[in-house]
């Protein structure tokens, strides 16, 4: 069978905005090609310097719990080919937990939200309030159905508006982690393709940029 992959990560680059409230990243040259010349090749190093919350990024337990896990700490169970049920939500910007169907289709999976907020990447509108998010029954529903991950192609999968993240306490507090701002959501197919999502493990960190990919054996389409 032919293997098809979605990329579900959006690429970071200098200066790029980030979650409303936090710095952009810097990238930059810590030492260039020019001042390390060998006697046949050259070569480079670059520094980064970002918040966890850049690009697309997951949040472990830590983020919202003192004693929860950390980045480097999340089971890799959680995130290395789990397999994926998505969850359409495109037009809705609350979404509640009747878009779910039958709970017990989501036990043990990553469940992907396609809101499609992810076209307005790059444009201010993309940090707009108006923002898709899901509201705190659905994390509920979640938690309940065991479910290893959630992801969501949108700025922030609860509504900052409000004093409370109701998604964030309930999921990091059951230890499932999130991962925000996803993209291609539209072409992952409802099902029968499996989530790897994995951050370099850093220790004493509640949030870190992930690469996230969609694979599926037959390459279908939803």
Not at 28 to 48: E, G
Request: glycine share 10%; net charge negative.
């Amino acid at each position: 069978m032919s293997r098809a992959m979605v990329e579900l990560s959006h690429p970071i680059s200098d200066g790029m905005p980030t979650c409303p409230g936090l710095a952009g990243p810097r990238v930059s040259t810590d030492i260039s090609r020019d001042q390390s010349r060998l006697i046949d090749m050259t070569y480079n190093i670059t520094r980064v310097d970002m918040v966890g919350n850049t690009g697309t990024f997951i949040d472990a337990p830590y983020h919202f719990h003192a004693d929860g896990a950390d980045i480097a700490e999340l089971p890799l169970e959680r995130l290395f080919n789990v397999p994926i049920v998505m969850i359409r939500a495109v037009g809705i910007r609350s979404v509640g937990p009747d878009v779910l169907g039958d709970p017990a289709r989501l036990w043990g999976k990553a469940v992907l939200v396609h809101t499609g907020w992810s076209a307005r990447w790059g444009s201010p509108a993309y940090r707009d309030s108006g923002y898709p998010f899901l509201v705190g029954e659905v994390a509920d529903t979640l938690v309940a159905a065991n479910v290893a991950v959630v992801g969501i192609d949108s700025l922030d999968i609860d509504d900052t508006s409000l004093p409370t993240r109701p998604c964030h306490h309930a999921l990091l507090g059951a230890g499932i982690p999130i991962i925000e701002q996803m993209t291609n959501l539209d072409a992952v197919p409802d099902a029968g393709a499996w989530l790897v999502a994995l951050p370099a493990p850093v220790r004493g960190m509640g949030s870190f940029p992930v690469r996230a990919v969609a694979w599926t054996d037959h390459g279908g389409g939803h």
